[in-house]
């Protein structure tokens, strides 16, 4: 039945294990492959396309998301609707821009889940098992200086802490990926910052952080 890959991907994403095409993936293109061809995960047949990444792979930062919405859904893009729209204009206010080609000012952007969940529910434990070894492989060919968790989803995942949002911002700690300890800073998901536009201040405080943490 078509439980049993879903049910035998959670299990292998909970013990660590990723699919096995994906141990073989070099690059992010090949990366973004493994997850066209990854059918396990029961989002991608509710979602229009495939949202893995977009910015400069190069990038020093790496910005991590929740998942795709309705804008991101349609373009296959990551923060490409209202929220992106924010994000862009709050990266700007550091020197930030995920089209730059100088990777010290660049940005790459990616998500713990890659396709939409339907009505843009909250991704479940399970989708986000099943999706955590593609961030972390990622993250491993990316090797960001610095990681920045938009939103309680990819700190709780990246971390293992459990905190809220409120709590986690604005405190560095540390993601360990292949060994290797990458400083990271969760900080408030910009749709948080449009339902509540007076905690820009707190995104500011983060931001400000992410500048000084770059040019240290």
Known sequence: TAARPVAAAVQAARKGEAPADLASCSTLAEIEAALSAFDACPLKKT???LCYADGNPSARVMLVGEAPGRD??????????????????????IGLDRKAEDRDSAVFITNTIFWRPPGNRTPTEDETAMCLPFLLRTIEIQKPDVIVCLGATPAHRLTGRSDGILKLRGKWTEAT????KIPLLPTLHPAYLLRQPAQKRLAWRDLLAIKSALSS
């Open 47 to 49: 979602a229009t396309n």
């Open 177 to 180: 990926v292949s060994g290797r």
């Open 72 to 93: 991101e859904d349609i373009q296959g893009k990551p923060f490409v609707g209202r929220s992106g729209q924010l994000l862009d204009r709050m990266l700007a206010a």
